[in-house]
C-alpha cells in the first residue's frame, strides 16, 4: 500500500488511537559485513519516505519504524521512535 511517498511493507495500525503501531521495512544482502548499512538505510527510507503518516493519523502511541536485515540464517532487526 502507498504511504507518504512510497511504500512500505509492512504496516501494524492501532486498533484504536493511542495504541503502538509500526512500519516494517525487510531487506536481503548477501554478506553479513552490509547488514549494518542496510539497517540504516531502511529506517532513513522510513522516515524520508514518510511511511508513518498513516500512523499518526490513526493516532498510534507510540509508532516505531523498524528494520529487518536477513543474510542466509542470521537476521538483525533496529527500532526506532517515529
Do not use: N
Request: a negative charge; proline letters at 5%.
Amino acid at each position: 500500500r502507498e504511504a507518504g511517498f512510497g511504500r512500505y511493507y509492512v504496516l501494524v495500525t492501532p486498533l484504536k488511537p493511542g495504541d503502538p503501531g509500526a512500519v516494517l521495512e525487510f531487506t536481503v544482502v548477501e554478506s553479513e559485513d552490509k547488514a549494518e548499512a542496510a539497517l540504516a538505510d531502511e529506517l532513513a527510507q522510513i522516515r524520508t519516505q514518510r511511511y508513518g503518516v498513516e500512523l499518526a493519523q490513526a493516532g498510534a502511541t507510540p509508532a516505531h519504524a523498524i528494520a529487518i536485515v536477513c543474510c542466509g540464517k542470521r537476521l538483525w532487526l533496529r527500532a526506532q521512535a517515529l
